[in-house]
């Protein structure tokens, strides 16, 4: 391969990178005239080209910020939106946890709260209604006891065969008493569960109450703070799914970031096009005159790069020239190669000619010869 080859390669690369670094240069003096006063309308810059350029890059440039916000509010909304699922899993969580720690304090209301009813004989049918279970139970215990101690009384004085039957009926009722006593847990709890649901511990003012239902209280009042935060945060779920539903996110976020993505690439485009479309325009309008020491700046820099990348053409225009004539000179190579080869073959074939045209006399002597011999050739075929 030609040196000159490499070398056309390398400036290709170096005037590529020139051309993109003009277009970046030009766009940004284009930036720098719309933001400064060579666009304020005076006599001499305000022509129609640069300012009906401006005024359209100014809607380009509306439409860019537009989709950013909209990227930026859908990104946000998505990062809310998993700040709030996280919140309301870690509250649902403790809301459980504390769910479950109520259970134990349950059986302590309950039993107060029974205390309190059957002391007070002017409790409400509401609250008689919840105690009636755990009322019949006590007084079935009560009944089942005394039964018990009835029999085992009895026990004692009874004939052998009537002792059996006594015996049979005391293990009767101590399994009924056992399995009644075992309930009563339980039928507390039930009890104090839904006293807990009602104002009965605040309207009684019972010390011994307050004082059982203190951290059943304490953790129903974090369990409302909780259900106020959920409230709150389903809320605010709603709003924001109802502003992604604006912001034209149907379902999944990603598919309309990646619309809005492709939308802003192709606005950037647009946006750089046209602030290189400025640029150029103000250079033709005022090349010299109105332009601030930033834009005149900018400009110098377009200029400089367009300088280096006049050299840039130049030099490779030498190389593809040098190429050329490398080219050329090896087809003029092939073409004297070709010349010699076939001067060549046409002294072979000189050479060849010679030597037939001598084999060609020898043969005509020879037909002299023989038509000699031969005499005249009409009479020869009728003798």
């Known amino acids: 391969m030609s040196a000159y080859t490499d070398k056309r390669e390398e400036i290709q690369s170096e005037l590529s990178f020139l051309e993109e670094r003009l277009r970046a240069q030009l766009a940004a003096a284009g930036q720098a005239i719309v933001e400064?006063?060579?666009?304020?309308g005076d006599e001499t810059?305000?022509?129609p080209p640069h300012v009906s350029l401006i005024a359209s890059d100014a809607q380009i440039q509306a439409r860019l910020r537009e989709l950013q916000e909209t990227r930026d509010r859908i990104v946000e909304i998505g990062s809310r939106l998993a700040e709030i699922k996280q919140a309301e899993d870690e509250l649902e969580k403790r809301r459980k946890e504390l769910g479950a720690e109520l259970e134990p304090h349950?059986?302590?209301?309950?039993?107060n709260?029974?205390?309190?009813?059957?002391?007070?004989?002017?409790?409400?049918?509401?609250?008689?209604?919840?105690?009636?279970?755990?009322?019949?139970?006590?007084?079935e215990i009560r009944q089942t006891r005394a039964d018990l101690e009835q029999a085992e009384s009895e026990l004692e004085n009874k004939p052998f065969l009537e002792k059996m039957v006594v015996r049979g009926r005391i293990i009767v009722l101590r399994n009924r008493l056992s399995l009644r006593e075992n309930q009563i847990a339980r039928l507390y709890r039930d009890a104090g569960?839904?006293?807990?649901?009602?104002?009965?511990?605040?309207?009684i003012g019972d010390p011994e109450l307050e004082r059982a239902a203190a951290p059943f209280l304490e953790k129903t009042e974090e369990i409302h703070r909780i259900e106020d935060m959920s409230i709150a945060l389903n809320d605010e779920r709603e709003a924001l799914q109802s502003e992604l539903t604006t912001l034209g996110v149907e379902r999944r976020s990603a598919s309309r970031l990646s619309d809005i993505d492709r939308g802003i690439q192709a606005a950037e485009a647009e946006r750089k096009e046209s602030?290189?479309?400025?640029?150029?325009?103000?250079?033709e309008a005022a090349p010299d005159a109105g332009l601030g020491d930033e834009v005149r700046t900018e400009l110098e820099s377009v200029a400089a790069i367009e300088r280096d990348r006049d050299d840039a053409r130049d030099r490779l225009e030498r190389v593809e020239a040098a190429i050329q004539i490398e080219r050329l000179l090896g087809e003029k190579d092939q073409l004297e190669a070709t010349i010699g080869r076939k001067r060549s073959q046409i002294e072979k074939l000189r050479t060849d000619i010679e030597g037939l045209e001598r084999e060609k006399g020898g043969l005509e002597n020879m037909i002299a010869e023989a038509e000699?011999?031969?005499?005249?050739?009409?009479?020869?075929l009728d003798s």
Do not use: C, W
Not at 114 to 138: C, G, K, M, S, W
Not at 193 to 202: G, P, V
């Open 106 to 111: 349950y059986q302590a209301i309950g039993e």
């Open 45 to 47: 810059h305000d022509d």
């Open 275 to 283: 602030l290189i479309a400025v640029a150029n325009a103000v250079r």
């Open 113 to 139: 709260a029974f205390r309190v009813y059957r002391n007070n004989p002017l409790v409400d049918q509401e609250y008689a209604d919840i105690f009636t279970p755990v009322q019949e139970a006590h007084e």
């Open 372 to 380: 000699k011999r031969r005499g005249a050739e009409a009479d020869l």
């Open 36 to 40: 400064s006063d060579v666009v304020s």
């Open 193 to 203: 569960r839904q006293i807990a649901a009602t104002d009965f511990i605040t309207t």
